[in-house]
């Protein structure tokens, strides 16, 4: 079985600040883990993945996301939000089936 | 290319009616997947299939049914719809195997009531 926890229904920072959004997983085996944003009345889109190699994986928009295998943790890092950051951000686990975790919402205040 | 589109975009039913969702890539994409949003459960995956004239069942199939007669359009129905079906659904497709084989593309979602 495999399953991906977002702890934090709701994330706010200022714009200008850092942003982490906060994703733990399980899985038996190595794990293919991703980052998909949903903005308002829009499907998801891709933002990044981890399948092998580098811990640190670089995404789309300047995100950026950290694989820890000993805490099994995928967390997604922005060094500086900006307002049209605020969206829905779901973490998934899986190869050609995903599971999504239930979603934080961010909003960036100007 | 037009990439992943869903008709229609919204839709009102009444209990017990039936319809079909109609889901089209035009990615020559390998996997196609139904899911259904619902506030505080992130997505769920419905049916999934991994090629023309295949379906399989994901994790909350009952009351739909699904067909992929083309490999570009993969069909959800439900044949008699209860107000617990009352969702946002996606569909997404995956290209075949090779770079990029497990980044999941999503359609803009049909919005169903069900009343």
């Known amino acids: 079985a495999q399953s991906v926890a977002q702890p934090e229904d709701q994330v706010n920072v200022a714009e200008g600040n850092p942003l982490t959004v906060k994703c733990t997983y399980s899985?038996?085996?190595?794990?293919?883990l991703f980052w998909y944003v949903q903005y308002p009345n829009r499907g998801l889109q891709f933002l990044l993945k981890y399948i092998t190699g580098d811990n640190l994986v670089k995404g789309s928009y300047g995100f950026e996301a950290e694989f820890n295998k000993s805490q099994t943790s995928f967390h997604l890092k922005k060094p500086s939000a900006l307002v049209s950051d605020s969206a829905l951000y779901f973490c998934?686990?899986?190869?050609?089936?995903?599971?999504f975790g239930a979603g934080t919402t961010v909003t960036v205040r100007a | 290319n037009a990439g992943v589109t869903q008709t229609p975009k919204f839709r009102v039913l009444k209990t017990g009616q039936s319809m079909t969702l109609l889901c089209a890539q035009d990615?020559?994409?390998?996997?196609m997947y139904w899911y259904r949003q619902d506030p505080g459960m992130g997505l769920r995956l419905i049916h999934y299939s991994v090629g023309e004239g295949t379906t399989a069942k994901g994790e909350v199939p009952d009351g739909y049914n699904v067909s992929r007669l083309k490999k570009q359009n993969f069909l959800l129905g439900l044949e008699s719809a209860a107000p617990s079906q009352t969702s946002v659904y996606f569909c997404?497709?995956?290209?075949?195997?090779?770079?990029?084989?497990?980044?999941?593309?999503f359609g803009p979602g049909t919005r169903l009531l069900v009343l």
């Open positions: 997404a497709s995956t290209p075949p195997q090779g770079i990029g084989w497990e980044t999941q593309y």
């Open positions: 990615m020559n994409h390998e996997y």
């Open positions: 998934a686990v899986g190869d050609y089936k995903l599971s």
């Open positions: 899985v038996s085996g190595n794990p293919y």
